[in-house]
C-alpha cells in the first residue's frame, strides 16, 4: 500500500469516526457514548479510535473546533466573493442555512455539549465563533452604517438562533427558503 492511499484510509477513518460522534453525541449526549460505541459506529474496534485520537474529549474537540473553524473560513470565502453589501448578507445566510440543513447532529452536539470541552478548546470554539459573527458584523455594518455594533452583533445572534432551530423543526421541502426569508428580514428590520 502506497503512502498516499495509506494517508487516504486513514483521513478517511476519522472522519467516519468524526461522523459517527456527531450522530451519536447528537443522539445520545457526550457522556452517554463511549470509545467502544464510536468504535462500532464507524466500523472500527475501540482500541483502533485511539491511533486517530487521544480519546473521546478529543472526538469532541475536533468536531466542534472543525466546524467552527469551517464556519469561519467558509464565512471569509463569502465575504471575499462578493462586491456589495446586500449580496454579501444574502450569501452569508445562504451559506449559514446550507450549513444547518446539512448539519443538524452537530448543531445539537454544540447546544448541549459544548460545557464538555476542556477549557482550551472551548476557548478555541468560542474565538472562532466570535470571529464568524464579526464576519456578519462587519457585512451589516455595510447595509446599516449608523447602527451600533452591539446591535448588529444582536441581530447575527438572533439570526443564527432562528437558522440553527432546523434541527427542532424538522426538513420540509420549502425550509430553506422559509429560512433565508425570514433570515434577511430580521437582519434587515
Known sequence: MTDTVRSRAKADRRSALLEAAARLFSERGFDRVSIEDLGAAAGVSGPAVYRHFSGKQAVLAALLVGVSEGLRDGGQRVVD????????????????????????????????????LADPDRHRVRALQRGYVELWVAALERIHPDALALALRTRAHATFGLINSTPHTGNSRDL??????????????
Open 176 to 189: 430553506r427558503a422559509i429560512l433565508e426569508r425570514m433570515a434577511l428580514a430580521a437582519l434587515n428590520s
Open 81 to 116: 466573493s462578493q462586491t456589495d453589501a446586500a449580496t454579501t448578507l444574502e450569501a452569508l445566510v445562504a451559506f449559514h442555512v446550507n450549513f444547518a440543513l446539512a448539519n443538524p447532529d452537530v448543531i445539537r452536539v454544540q447546544d448541549r455539549d459544548l460545557d464538555s
